[in-house]
């Protein structure tokens, strides 16, 4: 159910629109922030995405969204909402409204428009102010790197598992084994400047928006960033808020290919990182039993902790059945 927003949300959104509003109402809910729509009395409609800030998470999300978007946008990618707003004091930000829909069946040709982006991305590494832009959020920048931030996850969650037997038998049974068969991808050193992509590092149909004419629009870029080809190419196929058919995901994987055919030693990384990927995702989509994740969950507005983690358990079942696909 949409709700109109407090006094001081209309205030905000009026003062960043640069127009009086007639109407800000809920228009969406992701597990990380709060998103409104906005209609201004001159008919324009706007997002207005709030970031909230939790202890435990330094990351810039408003800040590295926002210079992504424009970035893009400066360089001629039309299927990105336009960055338009900010207020840091506040973490809100304004953009573009994308009207549209959920693309909850993508078809063969999505899967072409998802890789043209990505190859619009790759396209852009020597772009005008592309050398100023950070590295993604938890960016793959080495072997080594990637298996360090695999373990971290593990032991933060290993601290919580005497309270959820659950919890404690997927880390021991399901991860850890993965992780131990992995150890190989420590060799592969660090990342050149000539090995790097652009990558939204939270890449897929959850996060893309149907218009009317069928076209797409690819949404949160919160955690925008160089980071090494493979990463994105592992983790689309991965992420839990999608789910591909096997036709799907091999257009993907030659998709691919082609795009980072000039990415030196794409292949042998994409194999040795893989397995460390699939029990990165787990381990991710665990992380509702950690009290500080937990906290943003109820900050972006959800309450029922013991539904959440059932769910993220089976999906974490799910992604490790996933290693040998």
């Not at 990182?273 to 009290?291: D, G, H, K, S, T």
Request: aromatic share 8%; glycine share 8%.
């Amino acid at each position: 159910m949409v709700a109109t927003c407090s006094i001081a949300s209309a205030e905000l959104a009026a003062r960043l629109a640069g127009a009086p509003v007639r109407a800000v109402v809920a228009g969406g809910r992701g597990g990380n922030n709060r998103l409104y729509r906005v209609e201004a009395e001159d008919g324009r409609v706007f997002a207005l995405k709030s970031y909230p800030r939790t202890t435990g998470d330094g990351r810039d999300r408003l800040g590295a969204e926002f210079a992504a978007l424009s970035f893009l946008k400066r360089n001629g990618i039309a299927e990105v909402p336009a960055a338009l707003a900010r207020d840091d004091a506040s973490g809100h930000a304004l953009y573009e409204w994308i009207e549209g829909a959920a693309v909850d069946a993508p078809s063969l040709a999505d899967m072409d428009a998802a890789l043209a982006f990505a190859a619009r991305l790759h396209g852009l590494r020597h772009a005008e102010g592309a050398a100023a832009l950070a590295w993604a959020s938890e960016a793959c920048v080495s072997g080594a790197e990637l298996a360090r931030q695999v373990e971290s996850r593990l032991e933060r969650l290993r601290q919580v598992a005497p309270d959820h037997p659950a919890l404690s038998g997927i880390l021991e049974d399901g991860i850890v084994p993965l992780v131990n068969q992995s150890a190989g991808a420590a060799a592969f050193g660090a990342l050149e400047p000539a090995g790097r992509t652009l990558s939204p590092a939270d890449f897929g149909f959850h996060n893309a928006i149907r218009r009317a004419d069928g076209g797409l629009v690819f949404i949160d870029f919160e955690y925008f960033g160089w980071d090494d080809p493979v990463k994105l190419a592992a983790e689309f196929l991965l992420h839990p808020g999608m789910s591909l058919p096997p036709d799907h995901a091999d257009h993907w994987r030659r998709g691919c290919d082609r795009v980072y055919e000039d990415m030196p030693g794409y292949a042998a990384r994409l194999a040795a990182f893989r397995p460390l990927f699939v029990a990165r995702w787990a381990l991710i989509v665990l992380n509702e039993f950690l009290p500080e994740r937990w906290a943003r969950r109820q900050a972006a507005g959800q309450d029922d902790a013991v539904a959440a983690r059932a769910r993220q358990l089976d999906k974490a079942r799910f992604l490790l059945s996933k290693v040998t696909t």
